[in-house]
């Protein structure tokens, strides 16, 4: 029996969450007997994991970023889609007053310095304008955004909004 061919990549890259694709190939047995056999590949919320200065891509379905933690800075992430994809955040990775399973605070400012968040814990600003525009930054004190580290860089990006994050 000649191997049964691969399916190929790309085919079940295109999928996204809920898409399904119906494939089949044909088999003969040593008898002669043909037999074609089908099957369906269904589509998955992608999790990607995101390492310091790393660039990834996003896919062509909704994809999770992950971010154990603030070490994960200086990334890069291309094809991002808001009200899409997620950046996911580890709570307890970041720490800074973060919860699982709640809202994350952020500030969209035309510069991140300028940005403000009341309180002590730690919030996300995006950058929406000039040299860092479409940078996420990650501030653990609180308060004015002049001590925000760089998480990630969203080229192309305009807007973000909390829901665009997932805390666990």
């Given at each position: 029996?000649?191997p049964?061919p691969?399916?190929?990549?790309?085919?079940?890259?295109?999928?996204?969450?809920?898409?399904?694709?119906?494939?089949?190939?044909?088999?003969?047995?040593?008898?002669g007997?043909?037999?074609?056999?089908a099957?369906?590949?269904?589509?998955?919320?992608?999790?990607?994991?995101?390492?310091?200065?790393?660039?990834?891509?996003?896919?062509?379905?909704?994809?999770?970023?992950?971010?154990?933690?603030?070490a994960?800075a200086?990334?890069?992430?291309?094809?991002?889609?808001?009200?899409?994809d997620?950046?996911?955040?580890?709570?307890?990775?970041?720490?800074h007053?973060?919860?699982?399973?709640?809202?994350?605070?952020?500030?969209?400012?035309?510069?991140?310095?300028?940005?403000?968040?009341?309180?002590?814990?730690?919030?996300f600003?995006?950058?929406?304008r000039?040299?860092?525009?479409?940078?996420?930054?990650?501030?653990?004190?609180?308060?004015?955004?002049?001590d925000?580290?760089?998480?990630?860089?969203?080229?192309?990006?305009?807007?973000?909004?909390?829901?665009?994050?997932?805390?666990?």
């Open positions: 029996m000649a049964i691969t399916v190929l990549r790309t085919a079940r890259q295109d999928l996204g969450t809920n898409d399904t694709k119906l494939d089949s190939f044909n088999i003969k047995a040593l008898d007997t043909a037999k074609t056999v099957f369906s590949i269904h589509g998955a919320n992608e999790l990607i994991n995101v390492g310091s200065h790393a660039t990834v891509a996003a896919t062509a379905g909704p994809d999770t970023f992950v971010f154990a933690s603030p994960s200086g990334s890069t992430i291309t094809g991002f889609s808001a009200g899409s997620l950046l996911q955040i580890s709570a307890s990775g970041f720490g007053g973060l919860a699982a399973n709640t809202g994350a605070s952020l500030v969209n400012a035309a510069d991140h310095n300028a940005a403000f968040h009341t309180g002590a814990g730690g919030y600003i995006f950058d929406n000039g040299s860092d525009a479409g940078t996420v930054f990650w501030d653990a004190t609180g308060g004015h955004g002049d925000a580290t760089a998480l990630v860089k969203l080229p192309g990006m305009t807007s973000l909004m909390s829901s665009d994050f997932h805390l666990v």
